[in-house]
């Protein structure tokens, strides 16, 4: 089974808790999460329509796009979908698939606002698909839109 995955406002969506989580589990020092915890959560704007200034507009949540950074620290939180996959991978729930003799096994592809998902076509492997896109979503903000292929 194939499944295409569109992340619904991608950037705006990441919980910045989730980030940081994301920062320390991959080992930044303190210091550096802090920093890059900075660099995001500073984000205020001002809208301007006619001659009127509405705001400031403070976000609690997401990255800048465009931002030089935001697509490594977009990158950052993706790893922890890919962590979940290669979980369930690992513990046998799921099963990767193979394209042709000596080719490596592939259970997803991650892109910046789409993503591919492959497994068994089995109710229990959908299942536990559906399990760790809402594990996901639930922990990281990102809605994810599933196709199927």
């Given amino acids: 089974m194939a499944l295409k995955l569109d992340m619904s406002k991608a950037y705006d969506r990441i919980e910045w808790v989730f980030l940081e989580a994301m920062l320390k589990k991959l080992g930044f020092e303190e210091w550096w999460t802090c920093f890059l915890m900075k660099c995001v959560t500073s984000a205020c704007y001002t809208v301007v329509h006619g001659n009127r200034e509405m705001g400031p507009i403070i976000p609690s949540r997401g990255i800048r796009q465009g931002d030089p950074l935001s697509l490594y620290l977009f990158i950052l939180c993706a790893k922890g979908l890919s ?24 259970s997803h592809m991650l892109f910046t ?24 979503e639930v922990a990281s903000g990102r809605r994810l839109i599933t196709q199927n292929l």
């Fill in 83 to 106: 962590t979940l996959l290669h979980r369930y991978e690992n513990g046998g729930l799921i099963h990767s698939c193979k394209v042709a003799n000596g080719a490596p096994h592939i």
């Fill in 113 to 136: 606002d789409d993503s591919y998902l492959y497994c068994k076509a089995t109710m229990l492997e959908a299942t536990r698909v559906q399990e760790i896109l809402i594990k996901f």
